[in-house]
């Protein structure tokens, strides 16, 4: 974005401010400033008037000027074509030193004497305007023969150029820049008012145009006709400012329009009259939206141009257009880049612009164009407008004075709050105590919530106004699922790694094939991956325990005696309902050779993986196994039960299957991870006396289980009995068909120490009941 301090002084008041404290302003206000470029007319170059010009007798491209100073006439050889057409031109008199060095001397030319040059702007070391000499007019101020143009402060000005971010389209014009500097510098902004030189055409739009609105339309536009009479001069200010720029162009009529939306931010569409006029010669505009949701300006034939994105080609009004229409238009652009994201559409070069946020004040843009047209006498206007608003819900956020300032880090009076905001174009209203209601302007679409007011007041008090302070990290108590979530999972595999796993994280899909083979679920073909990573990986998971095993494997072959592994993952059943579960594995060797086992570690059994598991999870009660997949060995499988719900199994390894993946003894467990979710309990009062210990051994039925003599106990609901679980198990020929089951009692009472009455009445009672559920006999 290219800005000239002359060019931004229509706008705010900056004569007392230095280039230096600009170029401080815009990077503060996050205007990042790329370079600067400073315009020095060197001294002697004065304004002269071309009072005759002859040609040379000596040379067809040379003419003889003869050029009033004010102070004296000189005769200057010109080889500029243009120089016929010129009255007051740049002199560079004898002794002027150009940019470039040169000194101005007194010469002939082709035996005509010369004293001084005729200069081009380029020559000056101007921007580029054009081939030929530069010919002045009172754009630049006004024109006294004789003057240094040094003196000029629209010549000698200075160019900056300014990185703008992507949100910032409001800053895309000259207008916006100002805008920004008023607020830093708490100066207030220079409105576009209506001038007196404009010269309108007695005939109203009305009679001449009809505009047609079809449907809801979300574009805004407003429309005026003009007449072009001939040739004319664009003014010499704004095509060295739009050179500057980068955006002098061949057509005059185009300069124009380019010069007011780069000064505005307002974008225009010039139109050639006639592509409007149906067949009675009468200029109708039709606006209404596509098909495919394109907000679009269509003439009386049906030839479409995009509102925001593209003007036809055919429809472009140049220099000799006779009659001009003359289109400001806006559109949100949130809602522009919607509609256009997924379309391959042709665009203009002020998509850039549209797209980013333009100027949504359609009647400034209008004023500053017909301001700027009349006053060069370029176009004659006709009186009135024909205008389409799209009625916008004006966005007011409410701003805790006490939050923005703990944002911020720094208290900010909210006086000051109100004054910058206001000066950025916000509308701020006092609600209550501490609390501002900001109503976002139009031209702003990228501010949304706190934060964004934040960044604005920040960046125009200034960075470095913060006081420095150590970082303060205040965290609100978390009371949510997720995190108690995370704090069960914590001490999961804090404890899983206490007993010796190692945490194992795989891929959420699975070998279909070898799932199939150990009786899990696959999911249901309709509910299948489209595209697998690799045909091993074909499906999502159903259990954690199959690729587990394959990384059992693979440690395995590295020699690996001890395999102790665990994992918590999602899993998925066959309609692809997703579950969370917990594995465990432990392959090999139960603990590292050592000089207690003397270099010769026994494997793992189930007691030991037992007592592991419980150390990670807690309490947990076994039955019976009644889940049937191949990895559960026949004799060796059971039930995990929590809190009377059967929430997963655990099992040593099939042989088979042990077989397959080439392990030695190995126990694996999978559990339901709701199951170990911490739940609230009531604290049990505990006892001050001295517990019992009661050893009972009974003969019960071989086939009977623990689980029918331990729920036949816990009938008796007897207060006393703290706690019971088995400690031995023997079987012998001896014994036939029964084994020998011996039990362990706590037995204690929170009143007072038991004596033996009291202890064998418990006893009795557990014993009788035994003898009568399940066919015990004391041994």
């Known amino acids: 974005m290219i800005v000239t301090r002359n060019w931004l002084n229509e706008f705010i008041d900056i004569k007392e401010t230095s280039d230096e404290e600009l170029c401080i302003a815009f990077n503060a206000i996050g205007l990042e400033l790329a370079s600067t470029q400073k315009f020095n007319i060197p001294n002697k170059i004065v304004i002269g008037e071309i009072i005759s010009c002859e040609k040379h007798p000596d040379a067809d491209k040379l003419n003889v000027c003869m050029v009033d100073l004010g102070f004296s006439k000189r005769q200057i050889v010109c080889g500029a074509s243009n120089v016929v057409d010129a009255k007051y031109v740049a002199v560079a008199t004898i002794g002027a030193i150009m940019p470039d060095g040169l000194e101005i001397k007194h010469t002939k030319l082709r035996g005509v004497e010369s004293d001084g040059m005729i200069c081009s702007a380029n020559e000056l070391g101007l921007p580029n305007i ?242 700027i047209l009349s006053k060069y006498e370029i176009l004659d206007i006709y009186d009135g407008v024909l205008s389409h608003k799209v009625n916008t819900e004006e966005k007011t956020i409410l701003i805790d004075c006490i939050e923005l300032n703990s944002i911020i880090g720094q208290e900010i009076d909210r006086s000051t709050v109100s004054n910058i905001l206001n000066k950025l174009g916000f509308k701020v209203s006092s609600k209550v105590e501490n609390v501002i209601g900001v109503t976002i302007p139009q031209f702003r679409p990228d501010i949304t919530n706190i934060q964004d007011i934040a960044e604005e007041i920040l960046r125009i008090i200034g960075i470095d106004t913060i006081e420095a302070k150590p970082l303060k990290i205040k965290e609100n108590p978390h009371r949510d699922s997720k995190i108690s979530e995370y704090r069960l999972k914590k001490q999961i595999r804090n404890r899983a790694t206490a007993v010796g796993f190692y945490e194992t994280i795989s891929y959420v899909f699975s070998d279909a094939a070898l799932q199939e083979k150990y009786n899990f679920e696959n999911i249901k073909s309709e509910f299948g991956l489209l595209n697998p990573i690799v045909t091993e990986m074909n499906v999502l998971r159903s259990t954690l325990l199959i690729n587990m095993l394959s990384s059992a494997k693979r440690n395995s072959n590295y020699s690996k005696k001890i395999i102790p592994i665990f994992e918590i993952g999602s899993i998925f059943d066959e309609n692809r309902i997703e579950s969370e579960k917990i594995s465990f594995l432990w392959s090999g060797q139960k603990e590292l050779e050592s000089v207690s086992n003397h270099g010769k570690p026994e494997n793992i059994d189930m007691s030991t993986f037992l007592q592991k598991i419980g150390f990670v999870v807690g309490n947990f009660d076994l039955q019976e196994c009644s889940f049937k997949n191949a990895l559960l060995h026949p004799y060796q499988s059971a039930n995990i039960v929590i809190d009377n719900k059967v929430c997963g199994f655990v099992s040593k390894l099939h042989p088979d299957t042990q077989d397959d993946f080439d392990l030695s003894d190995t126990f694996v467990a999978e559990l339901d991870m709701d199951a170990l979710v911490q739940k609230h309990t009531l604290a049990n009062e505990i006892s001050k006396f001295q517990p019992s210990i009661k050893d009972l051994s009974i003969l019960i039925d071989k086939d009977l289980s623990f689980d029918s003599i331990k729920k036949v106990i816990e009938e008796l609901e007897c207060e006393k009995l703290n706690s019971f679980y088995p400690i031995d198990l023997y079987m012998d020929k001896s014994l036939g068909d029964k084994k020998s089951l011996t039990i362990r009692f706590a037995i204690q009472s929170l009143e007072k120490t038991l004596d033996d009455s009291e202890l064998e009445d418990v006893m009795s009672k557990i014993l009788d009941s035994l003898i009568q559920k399940s066919g015990a006999t004391l041994r």
């Open 130 to 371: 054009g081939n030929g000499i530069m010919m002045l007019d009172e754009s630049i101020g006004k024109l006294e023969l004789g003057k240094n143009l040094n003196e000029l402060p629209m010549l000698n000005d200075t160019v900056f150029e300014l990185e703008i971010t992507p949100n910032r389209g409001d800053c895309l014009s000259v207008y916006g820049v100002a805008r920004d500097l008023g607020a830093y510098f708490g100066k207030d902004l220079i409105e576009i008012k209506e001038e007196n030189n404009s010269k309108k055409i007695k005939l109203g739009i009305s009679r001449e145009a009809t505009l047609n609105v079809q449907g809801d339309i979300d574009a805004s536009v407003e429309i005026k006709l003009a007449m072009q009479h001939g040739d004319y001069t664009l003014p010499l200010l704004c095509m060295i400012r739009l050179s500057s720029a980068g955006l002098l162009e061949k057509d005059n009529l185009q300069n124009i329009s380019q010069y007011v939306m780069h000064t505005t931010g307002v974008i225009f569409w010039l139109f050639d009259a006639d592509y409007f006029k149906n067949d009675e010669s009468k200029i109708s505009i039709d606006i209404e939206k596509s098909e495919n949701s394109l907000n679009c300006i269509k003439n009386p034939f049906g030839k479409l141009s995009i509102v925001g994105v593209e003007q036809n080609k055919d429809s472009i009004a140049n220099s000799k257009t006779q009659q001009v229409i003359l289109v400001a238009q806006y559109i949100n652009p949130n809602i522009l880049n919607d509609i256009v994201s997924d379309k391959k559409i042709e665009k203009d070069s002020i998509f850039y612009n549209t797209s980013r946020g333009s100027n949504p004040s359609l009647e400034s843009g209008i004023l500053y164009m017909t301001n």
